[in-house]
């Protein structure tokens, strides 16, 4: 099973930019599928974005699709979150997640379908 570090995040001011980045041990990670989801104060895990295991297809919620750009790069072991035009209801901590899956095509929004989780790293855009 991999682990799932997550350095950064960070403040950001409305309209500007942000990457996260999350680095998975292990050697495996081609047959991971990825994603990321974020919660913020008082409100339930949500759905972001997710990549399947080769890379060849995304999904993202419709809160973030147009501004946000997930992706992958099986070499480094990484999984990547581009915002753009990032808005105040952005702010939140966002997760990085894996599930081990032989399907090329599988991915998730329901956060109970992913087994390991990063740590968390908050992402703050003011106003």
């Known amino acids: 099973q991999v682990q799932l570090i997550e350095p950064g995040g960070g403040l950001v001011q409305a309209g500007g930019s942000l990457r996260l980045s999350c680095a998975a041990s292990g050697r495996t990670f081609s047959s991971y599928a990825m994603g990321w989801f974020r919660q913020a104060p008082g409100k339930d895990r949500e759905f972001v974005a997710a990549?399947?295991?080769?890379?060849?297809?995304?999904y993202y919620s419709d809160s973030v699709k147009g501004r946000f750009t997930i992706s992958r790069d099986n070499a480094k072991n990484t999984v990547y979150l581009q915002m753009n035009s990032l808005k105040p209801e952005d702010t939140a901590v966002y997760f990085c997640?894996?599930?081990?899956?032989?399907?090329?095509?599988?991915?998730?929004?329901?956060?109970?379908?992913?087994?390991?989780w990063g740590q968390g790293t908050p992402v703050t855009v003011s106003s």
């Open positions: 990549v399947t295991t080769s890379g060849d297809s995304t």
């Open positions: 997640v894996a599930e081990f899956t032989s399907w090329r095509t599988w991915y998730s929004r329901d956060p109970r379908e992913y087994d390991v």
